[in-house]
């Protein structure tokens, strides 16, 4: 059975940071597009950053616009994991975190439950 399970979520205030993990379990997940997303309240799920393998050799990672240059993306293989370094938060950044696992940022096939992140001012 395929699992996501996201940890490190929590209360931070704005201007701090946070590290999010991703372990997967049940197959691994080397040569899939890995990833997180979020989802604020009233809101809808959208895109936060994708670690993509390319040519056999190298991940290139993707980020929306609004985290770049505060969130970090990174994976280690050996240990099947996928976190997210989140630094210079906002208050906009509070939301429900989902790491993901599939073929591509508009088809993940897996999903974790969630963590809550909520920042405050």
């Known amino acids: 059975q395929v699992q996501l399970v996201e940890s490190g979520g929590g209360l931070v205030q704005a201007g701090g940071s946070l590290r999010l993990s991703c372990a997967a379990s049940?197959?691994?997940?080397?040569?899939?597009?890995m990833g997180w997303f979020r989802q604020a309240p009233g809101k809808e799920r959208e895109f936060v950053a994708t670690?993509?393998?390319?040519?056999?050799?190298?991940?290139?990672?993707d980020y929306a616009d609004s985290v770049k240059g505060r969130f970090t993306i990174s994976r280690d293989n050996a240990k099947n994991t996928v976190s997210l370094q989140m630094n210079s938060l906002k208050l906009e950044d509070t939301a429900v975190y989902y790491c993901?696992?599939?073929?591509?940022?508009?088809?993940?096939?897996?999903w974790g439950q969630g963590t809550q992140v909520t920042v405050s001012s």
């Open positions: 670690l993509t393998w390319s040519r056999g050799i190298i991940y290139y990672a």
């Open positions: 993901a696992a599939g073929t591509g940022r508009t088809t993940m096939t897996y």
């Open positions: 049940g197959r691994t997940f080397s040569r899939d597009v």
